[in-house]
């Protein structure tokens, strides 16, 4: 049996098989943004764009697992050019509130 664990902060998440593939994905090209057009072949096996919700429908069942709780969101969406997994936060989207939680390096 393949387990598919992810964990953040020591806290354990357990996406369906389609959003640990959108994940594992993004996590292939961290802090870069990965195109629909790419993504659909990779996860959906389609090499065509049907046309459908369903990229942004699985993004946002991931962002409520892999973001919501923490300090700073992980899965960011890039205008006109893809979703993208981010290993560290923007320093300028940071509030003072957040910056005194996540201490910058």
Do not use: Y
């Not at 991931?62 to 923007?90: C, E, I, N, S």
């Amino acid at each position: 049996m393949i387990d598919r664990r992810v964990e953040r902060a020591g806290r354990l998440i357990r996406p369906p098989l389609r959003e640990f593939d959108v994940l594992a994905n993004l996590a292939r090209v961290c802090d870069r943004p990965m195109s629909r057009a790419t993504l659909l072949p990779a996860v959906w096996r389609l090499d065509f764009d049907p046309g459908t919700n369903g990229v942004e429908v699985d993004m946002s069942r991931l962002r409520a697992k892999a973001d919501r709780g923490f300090a700073w969101p992980m899965l960011r969406t890039v205008k006109g050019q893809g979703h993208a997994l981010r290993l560290q936060p923007d320093r300028i989207s940071l509030t003072p509130e957040r910056a005194r939680v996540l201490p910058l390096a």
